[in-house]
């Protein structure tokens, strides 16, 4: 392993939430063979309590030197092997904000314990063999979904229903490689290779990787959802659109054009994807300074979003200053959003016929809302997120690794066709057990450990 994630040592971490005002409870976690130690020099149980594996005291963390009391706290005890990282597990139930935990954490590090790096209790558990690759993979998606059909993904993945059917592609492989070499090895002893078998078990596993991986666009589309850009003129009713889809008073909305100088978000769920909404400034020439590097970034905003909402006025029908930001946009996926169809009929909207999406909405009504979500997820080409979809949704990585895996079996099948000797298609064969052994991390370089577990939290 790199220094990052040396695998002995106690580790010691804040595992809330370090934001003040962010929780009437903060857990402080320690693991590893000083856990139970550390906690018995910190922690002071009241009455007569059993410190034993999967009971919580109650009590007082103290000073070990000054005796000075740090907070009035709970002590939870997870000893080996049952415990999160499979090592002993301590933690200190902490009164919330920050001052507590903090101070809590200093002591555990002062008396035997090294900071965790991020992701490291999970990577132990990885090591320890409580968790595959997948699994510890999922426990990062659970912290970060931002939507319940996310969250809901993440846990089919934490109970094994990836790993699952990537284990048993994996044990088929090395199946056939067995009956291969076999004949390599006791040549004269056995039958010869049903070739016809090998080569329709090379399919069925073919066939099972392309099945999963037609789960990896939703896979990506749950985990990091999608951002949309409102851009329109000054006035059309972007910042009201935001406002009424997101529910809320996000965004300064008035009569006055160039009201928004910034951009403003909003995080909301369509059809099951997490969605960033961005309302930006209306764009027109300007010489006040503040507005134009508002107009700057919405231009940003607008090339860096998955998709562009090109709102415009019914009222005003389909103006130059339209056409103008049109033609600064129309190379993105991009939906027109006809507004105000309260004060005007939007047939009287002449835009232009290369765009393929349009829908019409009175946003200050609340009118239109459902068509612009559904038009989203068309553009998109995704349906509405469906319940088992949530079973299986595979990330990019291991989409890569299937392409590999697929690619080396095909890559067998080129060299029977060629009718090489039996070692050659163990080589490729091998190939493809390297790759699924990838996904669950029967092996696995370091390397790609380490870009995994740092997109962990700390603490986690
Ligand atoms: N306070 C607290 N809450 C938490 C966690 C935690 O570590 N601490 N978790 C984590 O972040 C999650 C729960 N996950 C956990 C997973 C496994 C074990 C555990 O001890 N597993 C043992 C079996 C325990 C037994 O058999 O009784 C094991 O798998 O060996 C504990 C928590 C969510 N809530
Ligand atoms: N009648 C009607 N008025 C609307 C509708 N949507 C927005 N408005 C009004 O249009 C005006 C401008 O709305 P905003 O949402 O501030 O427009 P904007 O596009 O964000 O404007 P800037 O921030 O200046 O670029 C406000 O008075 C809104 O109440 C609508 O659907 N119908
Ligand atoms: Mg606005």
Redesign the pocket.
């Known amino acids: 392993m790199s220094e990052n994630f040396a695998t002995t040592g106690t580790i010691a971490a804040i595992a809330t939430a370090i934001v003040p005002q962010q929780g009437s409870v903060g857990i402080v976690r320690v693991s590893g063979t000083e856990a139970m130690h550390i906690a018995q020099t910190l922690f002071h149980a009241l009455g007569r309590q059993a410190w034993e594996s999967h009971r919580i005291l109650y009590g007082y963390i103290r000073h070990p030197q000054t005796r000075q009391v740090v907070d009035e706290a709970l002590l939870l005890i997870m000893k080996a092997p049952r415990s999160y990282t499979r090592d002993d597990v301590v933690e200190f139930h902490c009164h919330g904000g920050i001052m507590a935990v903090q101070q809590v954490l200093q002591l555990c590090l002062e008396n035997g314990a090294r900071l965790a790096q991020p992701g490291e209790f999970t990577l132990r558990a990885f090591l320890n063999g409580r968790l595959d690759l997948t699994q510890a993979e999922s426990i990062a998606d659970l912290v970060g979904a931002r939507s319940p059909q996310a969250a809901q993904a993440a846990l089919a993945g934490l109970q094994g229903k990836l790993a699952n059917p990537i284990r048993q592609l994996r044990a088929s492989c090395l199946d056939i490689l067995a009956e291969i070499e076999a004949r390599i090895d006791f040549e004269e002893d056995l039958p010869p290779l049903d070739e016809t078998k090998v080569i329709s078990d090379m399919e069925r596993v073919a066939a099972e990787i392309t099945n999963i991986l037609a789960t990896a666009d939703k896979g990506e589309l749950l985990r990091t959802g999608l951002k949309v850009a409102?851009v329109?003129?000054?006035?059309?009713?972007?910042?009201?659109?935001?406002?009424?889809w997101s529910r809320s008073d996000r965004?300064?909305?008035?009569?006055?054009?160039?009201?928004?100088?910034d951009v403003v978000e909003s995080q909301l769920v369509v059809g099951g994807i997490p969605v960033q909404v961005l309302?930006?400034?209306?764009?027109r020439e300007t010489e006040d300074q503040v507005e134009k590097i508002g107009v700057e970034r919405s231009r940003r905003a607008a090339s860096g979003a998955d998709l562009v909402l090109l709102?415009v006025?019914a009222?005003t029908g389909w103006t130059a200053g339209d056409g103008e930001i049109y033609e600064q946009v129309q190379h993105r996926p991009l939906i027109l959003v006809i507004?105000?169809?309260?004060?005007a009929s939007p047939e009287e909207v002449q835009y232009p016929k290369s765009i393929s999406h349009v829908v019409k909405?009175?946003?200050?009504?609340n009118?239109g809302l459902d068509a612009l979500e559904a038009a989203i997820l068309e553009k998109v080409r995704v349906d509405k997120v469906q319940a088992s979809d949530l079973d299986l949704a595979i990330n990019q990585r291991q989409a890569a690794a299937l392409v590999k895996a697929k690619m080396a079996l095909e890559q067998v099948r080129e060299t029977i066709a060629q009718q090489l000797p039996l070692d050659f298609w163990t080589i490729d064969l091998r190939g493809a057990i390297q790759a699924l052994g990838e996904i669950t991390g029967e092996e696995v370089t370091e390397s790609v450990l380490d870009k995994i577990f740092s997109r962990f939290c700390i603490g986690k």
């Open positions: 409102i329109g003129r000054p006035n059309v009713g972007k910042s009201s659109l935001l406002n009424a965004a300064i909305v008035t009569d006055l054009p160039g009201t928004t100088r309302d930006t400034a209306g764009i709102t006025d009222s507004n105000k169809i309260d004060l909405t009175a946003v200050a009504q009118q």
